[in-house]
Nanobody, 124 residues
Framework: QVQLVESGGGLVQAGGSLRLSCAAS????????MGWFRQAPGKEREFVAA????????YYTNSVKGRFTISRDNAKNTVYLQMNSLKPEDTAVYYC?????????????????WGQGTQVTVSS
C-alpha cells in the first residue's frame, strides 16, 4: 500500500502563490503516476494535474494551464504542485493521488491511493 500526506495549503491573496507537497511512502515511488485533484464547496472533485513516474510527462486541466506546475522528486518520494497567479475560484481542498503506472504513460485514472487533503483558500 501507498500512504500519501499533503502539506503546504493555506490562505493567500489573489495573485499570490503556494506550493503544495505530497510525501509518499514505499520503495517504488517512480513506478506510480501521481496527480492532484481538488474539490470546491458545492462542486464535484475535479482533476487538476498529473505527472508520469519519470516526471517527463505532465497533464493539466485547462483552467490551470500556464499557472500551475506539477513536478516530482523521486529521490525524496515527493510530488509538488506549484500554484502561481492564484484566483478565488482556485479555492478548494486539494488532494494528492497515485496509481501504478508500469508503462510510464502518466495516466492517473482511476486513482487508487488518496491523501487526506489540504485546504487552499484564495481571497479577493
Amino acid at each position: 500500500q501507498v500512504q500519501l500526506v499533503e502539506s503546504g495549503g493555506g490562505l493567500v491573496q489573489a495573485g499570490g502563490s503556494l506550493r503544495l507537497s505530497c510525501a509518499a511512502s514505499g520503495r517504488t515511488f517512480s513506478s506510480y503516476a501521481m496527480g492532484w485533484f481538488r474539490q470546491a464547496p458545492g462542486k464535484e472533485r475535479e482533476f487538476v494535474a498529473a505527472v508520469s513516474g519519470s516526471g517527463s510527462r505532465t497533464y493539466y486541466t485547462n483552467s490551470v494551464k500556464g499557472r500551475f506546475t506539477i513536478s516530482r522528486d523521486n529521490a525524496k518520494n515527493t510530488v509538488y504542485l506549484q500554484m502561481n497567479s492564484l484566483k478565488p475560484e482556485d479555492t478548494a481542498v486539494y488532494y494528492c493521488a497515485a496509481r501504478e503506472d508500469p508503462s510510464y504513460s502518466g495516466s492517473i485514472y482511476p486513482p487508487k491511493y488518496w491523501g487526506q487533503g489540504t485546504q487552499v483558500t484564495v481571497s479577493s
